[in-house]
């Protein structure tokens, strides 16, 4: 480790002590944007990250030692560890309100926030001025579901250390939960002051922008939704790497039609932790446009998800000599129906040999080649899944057996919790509201 290097690691650890969080992150930045592999670093900045400060003042009866033990592990996301560790500390230290604070980041972590909102109450009542308990409090009512509570919790923290960039755009962050969209964004333009240059900001202005233009259409006649695009492109300039800018980047894009971007840019997909699928791995190269022979494509993601791109089926059909499809198998038997007689379909969990296929592409990437623009959709905007005929037809009967002349069936649920995913689903009771008569059946 080089001279400087050692002193700007020294520099770090002074600002964290004296709690100048903000000018600690940014040498720990500077130091990996040079020496990314910098183990010292990379732990400094995990540490600083996960809302903990493991310095202790002079009067701490807590070995130094213990609980930099404590802090490692939560860093390490090893919260159970932590919990587990932390008993005979806390047993022997009851009144270390740093270690409590370190056990209310885990169990907050761990998504048992009751309990971390009372270990954070009792670090409280021993340290009453602490900006950073405080801080975490807010996240944990935030979590819960308890947007106001954090709130106050947050102005709290900022009354104690008003320095604190990352207070600000947690407080942004609850204030999305309440709809409020533009004082978000305030708190947002306030943490950007005190910490110029945090890609987790701007792409925090760019989500608040884009829910306040799902809640108001009004919004994307007029093009303001470019400015949510233009902080995403923010945050990606100071953090390439920057996963949720860029896939929240491309959906924003297809869904302003601009599909020339959004194609390419939802490629990124795969970089998402929480995507709720892994991509084939296969020496075989990926298909691309113009390439014939035999080709293997492969759902993703969701069943949903599965249904709505399998409508590029018989375009990747038409542009090959020879396809085989991996789908989920509860979709095998109306793809089959649906498609013609000479693609081979086989379930998403059956091995197909390499020397089955000359090249291999993800159901999610079709769109990339086939669909360049809002005119390219009208293919497959007719349908393009058939019903059981025979099936169709028993049901019919007995469904309409009470005199209905008309039967509506409704059969959609969406488990994912992200936003987007949430927005698919509707009440069918209310759906069934106003369609109810003597001629209508609603299923």
Request: with cysteine; charged share 25%.
């Amino acid at each position: 480790m080089t001279s400087s290097v050692h002193k700007s690691l020294s520099k770090a650890e002074k600002h964290l002590k004296s709690g100048n969080l903000a000018a600690a992150e940014v040498i720990y930045q500077q130091i990996l944007a040079k020496f990314p592999k910098n183990a010292k670093a990379i732990q400094g900045y995990q540490r600083l990250k996960s809302g903990i400060n493991p310095q202790i003042s002079s009067n701490e009866e807590v070995p130094k030692e213990k609980l930099l033990d404590l802090v490692n592990l939560c860093t390490m996301k090893k919260y159970a560890e932590v919990l587990s560790e932390s008993e005979e500390i806390i047993k022997r230290y009851p009144k270390s309100h740093r270690v409590l604070n370190v056990v209310g980041v885990a169990n907050s972590a761990l998504g048992k926030y009751e309990i971390a909102i009372d270990i954070y109450l009792k670090a409280l009542k021993i340290s009453p001025e602490n900006a950073e308990v405080y801080n975490n409090l807010g996240n944990a009512l935030r979590r819960k579901g308890d947007p106001d509570a954090a709130i106050e919790n947050y102005q709290k923290a900022m009354k104690f250390q008003p320095s604190n960039a990352v207070t600000y755009n947690n407080l942004g962050l609850a204030l999305v939960d309440k709809k409020q969209f533009d004082a978000a964004v305030k708190y947002y333009m306030k943490s950007l002051k005190i910490k110029p240059g945090c890609a987790e900001t701007y792409f925090n202005i760019g989500s608040a922008l884009v829910e306040k233009g799902d809640l108001d259409p009004a919004l994307r006649a007029k093009g303001e939704l470019r400015a949510a695009i233009k902080s995403y492109d923010r945050a990606i300039e100071i953090n390439p790497k920057h996963v949720g800018a860029r896939y929240n980047k491309s959906m924003l894009l297809l869904n302003l039609e601009d599909f020339k971007m959004g194609w390419p840019a939802y490629e990124y997909r795969w970089k998402k932790s929480k995507l709720d699928s892994v991509p084939v791995i296969s020496n075989r190269p990926k298909w691309r446009l113009g390439d014939r022979g035999k080709v293997l494509v492969w759902g993703e993601q969701g069943i949903g998800d599965e249904i709505m791109f399998s409508s590029l089926i018989p375009d990747l059909h038409k542009a090959c000599s020879q396809l085989i499809v991996k789908a989920d198998k509860r979709l095998i038997p109306i793809l089959r129906r649906s498609f013609p007689k000479d693609i081979a379909f086989c379930e998403s969990d059956t091995s197909v040999s390499e020397g089955d296929y000359d090249a291999h592409i993800a159901m999610g990437s079709l769109p990339l080649h086939f669909r360049p623009n809002i005119e390219s959709f009208k293919t497959a905007a007719q349908g393009y899944l058939s019903a059981d005929g025979k099936r169709a037809a028993v049901l019919r009967d007995r469904l309409l057996s009470d005199g209905s002349e008309i039967l509506i069936g409704l059969s959609w649920h969406s488990t994912s919790k992200i936003r987007v995913a949430q927005k698919r689903t509707i009440s069918l009771l209310t759906s069934k509201d106003g369609l109810d008569s003597h001629q209508i059946r609603v299923l």
